[in-house]
């Protein structure tokens, strides 16, 4: 077995204990917005994918290797229901679900085509090489329009307008329809 370099051991600590060597460590002699405003780390059992996001007014003295490193972080991150991962009570747009009394909670909470799906925007853009922020597979298209819809169910039973199965105007929805990819 090859021995480790006494360089990498930090960072697969680290890694190993679930931080950011960036965020958490910086070099001698470098800021960071840590350093701009110490926040308490989240306790046991809270789950959330940036421990810490930028103090107001970081961005103005921020040098931009900072900010496109925090950046990439928030890009790769994996959002949690605690962060506000997941949208229960709105549409893909951002609209209030057409009813309320019945949130989008497992198993009502994920499909591909009334949208958001992924935990991260990784999972969609990271096209070219898995550079985070690019572009998406074939896998990752949109369907515009369906996220107009709390969630596509096509349940013809269901006669709320944009709940699963009926559009605006009433009339049942198919998988050719709903939506455009």
């Known amino acids: 077995?090859?021995?480790?370099?006494?360089?990498?051991?930090?960072?697969?600590?680290?890694?190993?204990?679930?931080?950011?060597?960036?965020?958490d460590v910086p070099a001698p002699g470098q800021r960071s917005f840590?350093?701009?405003?110490?926040?308490?780390r989240p306790e046991i059992g809270q789950e959330v994918s940036i421990a810490q996001h930028l103090p107001e007014g970081f961005e103005h003295i921020a040098t931009l290797p900072e900010l496109l490193g925090h950046g990439k972080n928030l890009l790769a991150a994996d959002w949690t229901d605690q962060e506000g991962g997941g949208r229960p009570l709105t549409k893909g747009t951002g609209a209030p679900i057409s009813d309320a009394a019945s949130p989008l909670v497992f198993p009502r909470n994920f499909n591909r085509i009334s949208a958001p799906d992924a935990n991260s925007c990784a999972g969609c853009h990271n096209k070219p090489f898995g550079v985070v922020g690019g572009g998406g597979d074939?896998?990752?298209?949109?369907?515009?329009?369906?996220?107009?819809?709390?969630f596509a169910t096509f349940d013809l039973f269901d006669e709320t307008p944009t709940r699963g199965a009926v559009d605006e105007s009433g009339a049942p929805v198919t998988l050719q329809t709903i939506a455009n990819e």
């Open 1 to 23: 077995m090859r021995r480790m370099r006494p360089r990498f051991l930090p960072a697969m600590i680290a890694t190993l204990a679930g931080c950011n060597v960036a965020a």
């Open 34 to 40: 840590d350093d701009a405003a110490r926040r308490p």
């Open 138 to 150: 074939i896998v990752t298209n949109v369907f515009v329009l369906g996220q107009r819809f709390d």
